[in-house]
């Protein structure tokens, strides 16, 4: 066998990637940890208002349901025949398999099972998840950007703005040039699938009608501006559960900290950088320096940022395991699912 042509076996590929974002989270737990005050840490975690961390656990659940409700819109031309339930219950699902599995599975997988519970289009259910990056991407940098006016962001934050900023004009770009050019584009996805097998897999050209069919939805104003809605509303919300958060351990975390806390989490998630199950160390890292920028210090930071981690992960924990019960399956069959058998 040449060495061109050798090959990773699927589950020695994982194992790296699994070594690798562990080694990851330890270094970002390292950092969020060094120089911490325990005692202090401590104290501010069993201060905590349990009634306010009922009322954030609450907001997480809104927020999941809102975003649920937003993707359900994305399926023209009426959506209220779909069943709001299933996509809530779906997405839930698909939010555990990322927490667990870093590699994004968990859209393919609610895409998947949203097709097959609602029968709808699973290759517009897969682009729909891809819609559903760039609106948040789009309204992260909205919300930035305002924030740039109220404080002075850090050199850090605003270089992964532009970044973002760039790699979705790009995207549009793309797409754009595609769609003009469609014949040519659809030749060139010919093409590529007959020379390389694993992109037949992918059904690159369903996918490609997939993403025309998604754009149908301008056609439908009262849709388009519902999903537009709802996505800065789960902003707002998620925001609100970092508020609460705050409230709850005595801090006076403004609304302005909190907008700026959940902007630089959701472009760590964005971002794909591979770490642990459920960003263990880099979510922390992230509150750490996120709240300094605030005067807020480290001991405090930190036992805010372990409460806000089990706030924010722990319905998907329960939600989400539950829904494949009551779905009737698990992971063997998400994996044979995922592989269209």
């Known amino acids: 066998m040449h060495v061109g042509q050798a090959r990773l076996h699927p589950k020695t590929k994982q194992a790296l990637r699994l070594a690798l974002g562990t080694a990851i989270s330890l270094l970002f737990l390292w950092l969020a940890l060094r120089g911490v005050d325990w005692a202090e840490t401590w104290a501010t975690m069993r201060r905590a208002d349990v009634g306010l961390m009922l009322a954030a656990l609450g907001s997480v659940l ?33 939010q555990v398999i990322n927490a667990v599995i870093p590699l994004r599975l968990g859209e393919v997988a609610r895409a998947l099972l ?31 950007a305002g924030v740039s006016f109220l404080v002075p962001l850090p050199g850090w934050l605003q270089q992964a703005g532009w970044t973002l900023t760039l790699g979705i004009v790009a995207g549009f770009a793309l ?9 040519w584009t659809l030749a060139r996805l010919d093409a590529l699938t007959g020379r390389y097998a694993w992109l037949g897999r992918l059904r690159l050209q369903r ?18 501006w519902g999903v537009l809605g709802w996505s800065f ?19 006076e975390l403004g609304y ?17 950088l591979p770490t642990s199950p459920g960003r263990v160390g880099l979510f922390h890292y992230l509150c750490v320096i996120s709240l ?29 395991p539950l829904g494949l019960w009551l779905e009737n399956m698990d992971w063997q069959a998400l994996s044979r699912l995922s592989r269209g058998e």
């Open 207 to 224: 996918m490609f009608a997939a993403v025309v069919e998604s754009l149908q939805l301008v056609r439908y104003p009262r849709l388009f």
């Open 175 to 183: 797409l754009g040039l595609a769609l003009w050019r469609k014949e």
């Open 62 to 94: 809104l927020t999941t349901a809102i975003k649920a409700a937003r993707w359900r819109l994305m399926f023209p031309p009426d959506p209220r025949s779909l069943r709001l339930r299933n996509f809530f219950g779906v997405f839930l699902i698909g």
């Open 256 to 272: 302005t900290p909190s907008l700026l806390l959940l902007s630089v989490l959701q472009i760590s998630a964005v971002v794909p």
């Open 233 to 251: 509303g789960a902003f707002l919300m998620a925001a609100g559960t970092n508020w609460l958060v705050g409230r709850a351990i005595g801090l």
């Open 292 to 320: 300094a920028i605030f005067g807020i210090e480290r001991d405090v930071a930190l036992g805010y940022g372990l409460i806000l981690h089990v706030i924010v992960y722990l319905p998907m924990a329960i939600g989400g």
């Open 114 to 144: 949203i097709g097959q519970k609602e029968g709808v289009s699973k290759a517009h259910a897969l682009w729909t998840t891809v819609t559903e990056k760039v609106l948040d991407s789009m309204v992260l940098l909205v919300f930035i």
